[in-house]
């Protein structure tokens, strides 16, 4: 990847419609050029696809949380996951080190659908011996942009 790589990338992340005659401009390509590097980005899983940020409230999904699940063992690893693949209201799930198996990301409409969510689909998971959950009451910074290295371009 080099720098003219790492601007389409970040320029793309809050960008996603621009077109390829605007990222020529960017970049001091082509059109067909930017086209074809963003074409490579793809192929290559750099970028895995583009997608429409939608606010959460407009769609009746206001209510955010974070559950902390704890498995029996990692036997269960496998049912757990493909449950949590099946939820649309898991937006995120991590696999991470300390006194939790897994961290989760939901999203859905009110308490009433988190508790649902919660004593159905996630302990009601053969394997999940405990969930701890935090409600989100406001959020300070959300973002999908991840951070890219520059690479300088020898003068």
């Not at 063992?73 to 006194?99: K, N, P, T, Y």
């Amino acid at each position: 990847m080099d720098a003219i790589d790492s601007m389409l990338i970040t320029h793309l992340q809050g960008h996603g419609r621009e077109s390829w005659a605007r990222l020529g401009e960017l970049t001091g390509l082509t059109g067909p050029a930017v086209a074809e590097r963003v074409r490579r980005l793809e192929e290559a899983g750099t970028i895995r696809r583009f997608a429409a940020l939608v606010d959460p409230a407009a769609v009746d999904a206001g209510l955010t949380a974070f559950v902390a699940v704890t498995l029996e063992g990692s036997a269960s690893r496998a049912g757990f996951l493909s449950r949590i693949e099946a939820l649309d209201e898991v937006q995120e799930c991590h696999h991470v080190a300390g006194d939790d198996d897994y961290l989760l990301k939901l999203r859905c409409r009110d308490t009433l659908a988190l508790d649902r969510l919660l004593s159905r689909d996630l302990k009601g998971v053969r394997g999940v011996t405990r969930t701890r959950t935090t409600i989100v009451l406001r959020t300070a910074k959300e973002t999908t942009m991840v951070p890219v290295s520059r690479v300088e371009v020898a003068a």
